[in-house]
């Protein structure tokens, strides 16, 4: 009998060309969209850095701005108080400097007039000393007019008996005249001399 041709499949399970072939493009098909999706990722990744990279500038800028323009506005007025108040603070400065040289006037002057008032009461006071005297004087010399004076002749010496000469005379004048009361006599005294051809009176 002839020998038959038997063809042996191979056991192995390892695929044939064709299916080999078709397997390894699928996958590097499946590798390609991977990729892809991939670089879009990082694409979309990095526009979104760059965007926010421009808004962070773009803030910063704005900011930096509004910085910069209060800054300014806040230098002006700071630089506008700072010299008003320089000008307030030299008024002010010139005022207190007329004060202090008006107070010092006054004070020259206070002490000055208080000089002068001292001065004034010594003087003053040496006045109304020479016054009170100078009335004394003029009293005294009132009393002793011959128009204010009385003369009593013929009392003995001693006759008052220790009794004040005023009410003395007072007395003797009430008995001798008759008089309902004693007058009132403001100073009497002995005669200084004695009345010449006399020996034992003098006149009161």
Known sequence: ??????????????????????????????????????????????ALHAELTLVKSEICRKIETEISE?????????????AENDAAITT????????????????????GSSDIVQELESKVKTLCGQVGTLSEKCLDLEGCSKRQNLRVAGVKE?????????????????ETLGLEKAPEID?????????????????T
């Open 92 to 111: 002010l400065t010139a005022q207190i400097d007329s004060q202090k040289q008006t107070l010092k006037e006054l004070t020259e002057a206070a002490n």
């Open 70 to 82: 209060v800054a300014t506005t806040l230098r002006g007025e700071i630089t506008a108080l700072k």
């Open 1 to 46: 009998m002839p020998k038959k041709n038997i063809v042996k499949s191979d056991q192995s399970g390892e695929l044939g060309p064709k299916e080999a072939s078709g397997s390894t493009n699928e996958e590097a098909s499946g590798v390609a969209g991977r990729a892809t999706d991939d670089s879009s990722i990082l694409g979309a990744i990095a």
């Open 158 to 174: 001693g006759k008052e008996n220790g009794q004040r000469t005023r009410i003395f005379v007072a007395e003797l004048l009430k």
């Open 187 to 203: 100073r009497a005294h002995r005669a200084l001399r004695r009345r010449s051809g006399t020996t034992n009176h003098r006149d």
